[in-house]
């Protein structure tokens, strides 16, 4: 039998496609349906699927409430709990009964109240020319390596003076905005696929 994987808070399909084009029994769970409608989605709260028997986990839980992009609103986020169950669920997705577990967060608040990352890696050292600072928490999984690094990738300067990445600068009323942002780049995907599961048996 095909070992099982789970792409927890998954919807896009990314990583989900790039396991199983390598054969592997692969599905990805969220609150929210599947972006292309794969049969292969389930649509559910991860943690009550936790137990079913999964050689692998590859996690992405929401950064809404850990980024430190959005640290100007962590008091709130503090105050009123939200920062606290973000944290939690966050543990026990570190925690699940999993033998082989990745989790993935941009720089903020896990570092400090959980543990620092085992490894941190950007787009661009895998292939796409992109940057977005991505850090790995890691169970009995070895660290991702660079394959094919490249160009860093276009810049979008504000008015105000920022410099962004060009593909994250998108309008505030776009309704994929949140998605696009939080969306695996392939090329990481298919590192992540080959990479760890070379113990398992496809």
């Given at each position: 039998?095909?070992?099982?994987?789970?792409?927890?808070?998954?919807?896009?399909?990314?990583?989900?496609?790039?396991?199983?084009?390598?054969?592997?029994?692969?599905?990805?769970?969220?609150?929210?349906?599947?972006?292309?409608?794969?049969?292969?989605?389930?649509?559910?709260?991860?943690?009550?699927?936790?137990?079913?028997?999964?050689?692998?986990?590859?996690?992405?839980?929401?950064?809404?409430?850990?980024?430190?992009?959005?640290?100007?609103?962590?008091?709130?986020?503090?105050?009123?709990?939200?920062?606290?169950?973000?944290?939690?669920?966050?543990?026990?997705?570190?925690?699940?009964?999993?033998?082989?577990?990745a989790l993935e967060n941009p720089v903020g608040c896990i570092s400090t109240r959980i543990r620092r990352p085992d490894c941190i890696v950007q787009p661009y050292m895998f292939g796409d020319q992109a940057t977005k600072t991505t850090c790995w928490w890691l169970k009995n999984l070895p660290v991702l390596v660079p394959t094919n690094v490249v160009g860093k990738g276009a810049r979008h300067v504000t008015r105000s003076g920022r410099s962004l990445p060009a593909w994250y600068n998108l309008p505030p009323g776009n309704p994929n905005r949140a998605r696009i942002r939080s969306r695996t780049f392939p090329g990481m995907a298919s590192a992540i696929a080959s990479l760890w599961s070379i113990d398992l048996e496809p």
């Open positions: 039998m095909s070992a099982r994987i789970l792409i927890a808070c998954e919807r896009s399909g990314v990583v989900r496609s790039a396991f199983r084009a390598r054969g592997y029994d692969a599905w990805s769970c969220d609150l929210e349906p599947d972006d292309n409608g794969s049969p292969y989605h389930i649509q559910a709260d991860v943690l009550d699927h936790l137990d079913d028997g999964w050689s692998l986990m590859v996690a992405h839980p929401p950064c809404t409430h850990l980024c430190s992009s959005g640290a100007r609103w962590w008091p709130a986020k503090k105050a009123d709990g939200r920062q606290a169950r973000a944290l939690d669920f966050v543990r026990a997705l570190l925690a699940a009964p999993i033998h082989r577990i």
